[in-house]
T-cell receptor, first 113, second 114 residues
Framework: SQKIEQNSEALNIQEGKTATLTCNYTNYSPAYLQWYRQDPGRGPVFLLL?????KEKRKERLKVTFDTTLKQSLFHITASQPADSATYLC????????????FGGGTRLMVKP | DSGVTQTPKHLITATGQRVTLRCSPR?????VYWYQQSLDQGLQFLIH???????AKGNILERFSAQQFPDLHSELNLSSLELGDSALYFC?????????????FGQGTRLTVV
């Protein structure tokens, strides 16, 4: 069956360090992968989209990699700040993912001052 | 502010009742997607409409139905409500017929079934 796995345990890091979150998937051939941020009780907010033919994408302090061989995406936040504390969701779409965006369970990031 | 409007923000109702959740997409967006998020589960895709037509269906219960109107707003109807239907319901919109561009989520409707 299709599965998207994110570390369900919270990631705790010190302010200023780089946070790295992992998204692994099985039995998918996604055309693209997206990362979202979600704060408690609020809707997800789009961060980055990376397509299957792209290895890496950056936006300000954010970087996403997409390895279709390993079936994995890594999401990095450099120079992390307490305001970056939130749950981060990866989502797959396209091809056999159907006309839908399927989300992983998310990883909670806590950045301590 | 994502530009996606969902009403109501909160809804408390009894088991067996029927409710309607409303979503207005961002101006210019033709796609509307509905998701359910409960405490023990992540975001679960329910249904997708593009320009009034149903495009994809997830694990949506038969007690649930949706439609997208000519003005592109969408409604999600939940009937014969059960305690387990208590959740946050989100709608999202995007320009095209798929998620190949960024999607914008509303702030959700929190449904509590008592």
């Amino acid at each position: 069956s299709q599965k998207i796995e994110q570390n369900s345990e919270a990631l705790n890091i010190q302010e200023g360090k780089t946070a790295t979150l992992t998204c692994n998937y099985t039995n998918y051939s996604p055309a693209y992968l997206q990362w979202y941020r979600q704060d408690p009780g609020r809707g997800p907010v789009f961060l980055l989209l990376i397509r299957e033919n792209e290895k890496e994408k950056r936006k300000e302090r954010l970087k996403v990699t997409f390895d279709t061989t390993l079936k994995q995406s890594l999401f990095h936040i450099t120079a992390s700040q307490p305001a970056d504390s939130a749950t981060y969701l990866c989502a797959l779409g396209g091809y056999n993912a159907g006309n839908m965006l399927t989300f992983g369970g998310g990883t909670r990031l806590m950045v301590k001052p | 502010d994502s530009g996606v409007t969902q009403t109501p923000k909160h809804l408390i109702t009894a088991t067996g009742q029927r409710v309607t959740l409303r979503c207005s997409p961002r101006s210019g967006d033709l796609s509307v997607y509905w998701y359910q998020q409960s405490l023990d589960q992540g975001l679960q895709f329910l249904i997708h409409y593009y320009n009034g037509e149903e495009r994809a269906k997830g694990n949506i219960l038969e007690r649930f139905s949706a439609q997208q109107f000519p003005d592109l707003h969408s409604e999600l109807n939940l009937s014969s409500l059960e305690l387990g239907d208590s959740a946050l319901y989100f709608c999202a919109s995007s320009v095209g017929p798929d998620f190949n561009t960024e999607a914008f989520f509303g702030q959700g409707t929190r449904l509590t079934v008592v």
